[in-house]
């Protein structure tokens, strides 16, 4: 009967590491993701609000004005689209965000670009 005991502690150790376990990948794995993907997107608003600041003060200035600006960049991919004058950043986060909209004159959108 004495050898019971430490089967049972055994058991309820495995079982509470598989919960705890099966907790950080439920819950905690898609809220840190969530939180990355945001942060990806607010990185990217400050670099395109730092470009803009940047053309329009280069564009107020003399012909053969230029400026040398520092971008962070820990995901996605800028792009320049000639045709319509945009800077158009894309990123691809893990989970879906369901970010639509508008922040200032920058437009948020889902889908292929």
Known sequence: MKAVSPLVGFVLTIFITIMITTLTFTVIKPT???NRG???INEASVNLELLSSAI???ATEAEGSKRTITLSVSDGEYLIDKNSNNI???FEPSI???VIG???DK???KGLV
């Open 56 to 58: 329009n003060e280069v």
């Open 107 to 109: 437009f948020l959108e």
């Open 96 to 98: 879906d965000l369901g």
């Open 88 to 90: 158009i950043f894309t």
């Open 38 to 40: 945001f942060n990806v």
């Open 102 to 104: 508008r922040i200032g």
């Open 32 to 34: 840190l993701e969530r």
